[in-house]
Structure formats: structure tokens, C-alpha cells
Nanobody, 127 residues
Framework: QVQLVESGGGLVQAGDSLRLSCAAS????????MAWFRQAPGKEREFVSA????????SYADSVKGRFTISRDDAKNSAYLQMNSLKPEDTAVYYC????????????????????WGKGTLVTVSA
């Protein structure tokens, strides 16, 4: 079992930056693709970004491309989401997820493909 705990959320103004962290415990996340999803009030949870087990491949939702950067540090058993130029529409609960991947370059964007989930951290961006 892998436990995921997100941190780094908070209240910021439009244009500000935040860095979310996802700390894994229970076992190493080596061999896992890591992903971030978000759920805005009244909306369904959606894909934000993902990174392959070897860090060599990343994927982003169009809405965050160029503003958000996903990374991972397997030595710290953690993943990160650097969020720049935040907009009010980025307001959401952000969830970290892990997916067992047979390929070092594998990643998925669908929620059903995730094996483990964190409980989320709230990001609020004011106008």
C-alpha cells in the first residue's frame, strides 16, 4: 500500500505561485507514475498533470500548460506541482495520485488508471 499526503495549498492572489508537494509512504514510488488531479467546486475531478516513473515524460492539461510544472524526487519519495501565474479558475482541491507502470516512460491521464490517491489540498486563488 502507498499512502499519499498532499501539502502546500492555500489562499493566494491571481498571478501568484504555489508549490504543491505529495509525500508518499508505505513503500517507494519508484516504478510509479505520479499525477495531479483537481476538483473545483461543483465540477468533476479533472486531470492536471502526470510524470512517468523515470521523470522523462510529462503530460499537462491544456488549461495549465506553460504555467504548471510537475516533478518528482524519488530519493524523497515525493512529487511536486509548481504552479505559476495562478488564475481564479485554478481554485480547486488538488489530489495526488500514483499509478503502477510497467514502463519507465508510462503515464496515464485517466482517473480510473490510478492505484492510489491522496486526500487533497485546497488551493484558492482570489481575483
Amino acid at each position: 500500500q502507498v499512502q499519499l499526503v498532499e501539502s502546500g495549498g492555500g489562499l493566494v492572489q491571481a498571478g501568484d505561485s504555489l508549490r504543491l508537494s505529495c509525500a508518499a509512504s508505505g513503500r517507494t514510488v519508484t516504478g510509479y507514475a505520479m499525477a495531479w488531479f483537481r476538483q473545483a467546486p461543483g465540477k468533476e475531478r479533472e486531470f492536471v498533470s502526470a510524470i512517468s516513473p523515470n521523470g522523462g515524460r510529462t503530460s499537462y492539461a491544456d488549461s495549465v500548460k506553460g504555467r504548471f510544472t510537475i516533478s518528482r524526487d524519488d530519493a524523497k519519495n515525493s512529487a511536486y506541482l509548481q504552479m505559476n501565474s495562478l488564475k481564479p479558475e485554478d481554485t480547486a482541491v488538488y489530489y495526488c495520485a500514483a499509478q503502477i507502470s510497467a514502463s519507465p516512460y508510462g503515464l496515464r491521464r485517466d482517473q480510473k488508471g490510478m492505484d492510489y490517491w491522496g486526500k487533497g489540498t485546497l488551493v484558492t486563488v482570489s481575483a
